[in-house]
C-alpha cells in the first residue's frame, strides 16, 4: 500500500548566515534545484512528489504553486548580483544512505552557482537537534516534517513562524530562523476564519520567500500480508491497524 502524507523533505536556509542571509541566494538555490532529481533519489515518482512550496497536498489552503521551474542562468544571475560566488558553504545531513544522496547532489547545484560546498554527515540519532541550534550556524541543511496534527498552522507557523524560532536551542523546529509578523499574523486570521484562499495566499508568499528549499512530499510505504483485510490509511497517523483484520 502506498499512500501520500503530510509531510515535507526541505533543505533549510539560514537566513541570518551568509550567503543565505540574502533572499536572491536562497531564491537563487530554489530556482537551481531540479526537484525530480532528490524526488528520484528517495525512490521515484511512486514514492516522492516533487514540491516547491511549504504545505503538502490535501490541507486547507493548499493550491499547486510553483514559482521556481530550473533555471540555472536566472539562478547564477541572481548568486552573481548578490557578490555572494566563492564563498564556502556546508551542507548538513544524517549519515542515512538516501540523505547523503541527496546531499551530495545539493552540493552539486552549490558548485553550479559558483559556491565552495562540502557535505557534513551526523548520525541521525543527533543531527535533527543540531541543525535546530542557531548556536551552530549551520548555513543549509536536509531535513524532514511529517505533521503533527493535521492543520496547515503546523507547517507554515510550526516550521516557519516566529514563535518556531527559540534561538540556541537545540529544540527550535524554525530551522532557518525565518520570522515575518505580518505573515503570522495574516495566518492566525485565516485559520480562525477557515479561509483557505487566506491561508493559501501565506503558503504563497512564505514559498516566495524562499526560508527553505522545499523538495518533495514523500509517500508511505505499508507491506502487509494477502491475509491483512480492511486495510485504512490516514495521512497524518499512518496505517490504522486497529481497523484490520488478519484471516
Not at 539560514?14 to 537563487?28: G, K, L, M, T, Y
Not at 509517500?219 to 491483512?228: C, F, G, L, Q, T
Request: with cysteine.
Amino acid at each position: 500500500h502506498i499512500n501520500p502524507t503530510f509531510a515535507l523533505w526541505f533543505a533549510p536556509l539560514n537566513v541570518h548566515v551568509a550567503p543565505f542571509d540574502d533572499p536572491r541566494v536562497r531564491r537563487a538555490l530554489n530556482l537551481a534545484i531540479d526537484r525530480r532529481a532528490p524526488a528520484k533519489l528517495y525512490g521515484g515518482a511512486e514514492l516522492a512528489s516533487p514540491t516547491c512550496q511549504i504545505l503538502p497536498p490535501g490541507l486547507l489552503g493548499y493550491v499547486p504553486y510553483c514559482p521556481y521551474a530550473p533555471d540555472l542562468p536566472q539562478a547564477r544571475a541572481l548568486v552573481a548580483a548578490s557578490g555572494t560566488a566563492g564563498q564556502r558553504v556546508t551542507v548538513v545531513t544524517d549519515d542515512s544512505p538516501t540523505a547523503r544522496a541527496i546531499g551530495t547532489y545539493l552540493l552539486d547545484v552549490l558548485g553550479d552557482l559558483g559556491f565552495v560546498a562540502r557535505l557534513r554527515t551526523l548520525s541521525g540519532a543527533v543531527q535533527f537537534n543540531y541543525i535546530q541550534n542557531s548556536a551552530n550556524q549551520v548555513q543549509i541543511s536536509l531535513t524532514t516534517w511529517y505533521a503533527d496534527y493535521p492543520s496547515p498552522t503546523n507547517f507554515l507557523s510550526g516550521v516557519f513562524g516566529c514563535a518556531a524560532f527559540r534561538p540556541n536551542s537545540s529544540a527550535s523546529p524554525n530551522i532557518s530562523g525565518f520570522c515575518d509578523p505580518a505573515l503570522d499574523a495574516a495566518l492566525a486570521v485565516a485559520v480562525a476564519a477557515g479561509d483557505a484562499d487566506g491561508i493559501a495566499a501565506v503558503d504563497r508568499a512564505m514559498t516566495d520567500a524562499a526560508p527553505a528549499v522545499p523538495l518533495f512530499n514523500p509517500r508511505s510505504i505499508d507491506v502487509v500480508s494477502r491475509r491483512v483485510g480492511h486495510f485504512v490509511f490516514h495521512e497524518e497517523f499512518r496505517w490504522l491497524i486497529g481497523q484490520a483484520w488478519v484471516n
